[in-house]
Nanobody
Framework: QVNLEESGGGSVQSGGSLRLSCKVS????????MGWWRQVPGKEREWVAI??????FYADSAKGRFTISRDNPKNTLYLQMNSLKPEDTGMYYC????????????????????WGKGTLVTISS
């Protein structure tokens, strides 16, 4: 069992920045992958970014603006979000996979093994 707890969400104006955090607890392995998804009411959960050890993959919507990273000694995943836009609004979810993630253009929810409860991000114009 792996537990994930997101934090860092909030309300900011367009052009602003936020850094989301996800603390990992419970049983973990040395080899694993983590990522971020976001969702708004009435739409499917949308993949944002994934990180293995150091390699990262980003959705087109996140490239150039978001940076995913992990601090293994602190058991924490981060998502630095800059130049935020109203369309970035949503509930952001942290996810964990027990193995490395393969390279792909998109990852759906079933690809991951564990999920956090989300942290809300609201971007106003």
């Amino acid at each position: 069992q792996v537990n994930l707890e997101e934090s860092g969400g909030g309300s900011v104006q367009s052009g602003g920045s936020l850094r989301l955090s996800c603390k990992v607890s419970g049983y973990t392995r040395s080899t694993f992958c983590m990522g971020w998804w976001r969702q708004v009411p009435g739409k499917e959960r949308e993949w944002v970014a994934i990180i293995n050890s150091v390699t990262t993959f980003y959705a087109d919507s996140a490239k150039g603006r978001f940076t995913i990273s992990r601090d293994n000694p602190k058991n924490t995943l981060y998502l630095q979000m800059n130049s935020l836009k109203p369309e970035d609004t949503g509930m952001y979810y942290c996810a964990y996979k027990r193995r490395y993630c393969g390279r792909d253009d998109y990852y759906d929810m079933d690809y991951m093994d564990y999920w956090g409860k989300g942290t809300l991000v609201t971007i106003s114009s």
